[in-house]
């Protein structure tokens, strides 16, 4: 997948927003995308800069809090930095129960396995 403006920001949030330093954040983001980007790092460095140097602005991304494993809000050095997003982010339901279609999943997911079974016992005949 090509890193994108809306990407790379949600990166650069998450980093900055967690205090990890741009030039550890680049490395980082390169390793991770098997590919050496100077649009990355440009995009980095610049939003690092700007959320550096316009302290007074607030909300300027949303980002995870490692440490209270929360969304925050990335706002201006005199401003409060530890303002939570809200409503608070929720984490999106998976599994089978919240489809509305449990039952369904579960019989099909049944046959295919049960297909399977017998299609790898008659093969090892």
């Known amino acids: 997948m090509q890193p994108n403006t809306i990407s790379v920001k949600k990166i650069v949030a998450f980093m900055y927003g967690n205090v990890v330093p741009v ?11 098997g590919l ?5 790092s440009c995009a980095m460095n610049d939003l690092y800069s700007m959320w550096d140097n316009n302290p007074h602005r607030a909300h300027k991304a949303e980002y995870f809090c490692k440490s209270l494993k929360r969304w925050k809000w990335i706002n201006g050095n005199p401003l409060n930095q530890h303002e939570a997003v809200w409503p608070e982010i929720t984490v999106m339901q998976f599994g089978t129960e919240n489809t509305g279609c449990k039952q369904i999943i579960r019989t099909t997911v049944e046959h295919v396995r049960l297909c399977t079974a017998m299609s790898s016992n008659l093969q090892t005949q």
């Open 36 to 40: 050496e980007s100077y649009y990355v």
């Open 23 to 33: 030039e550890g954040a680049i490395v980082w983001f390169n390793a991770c995308v």
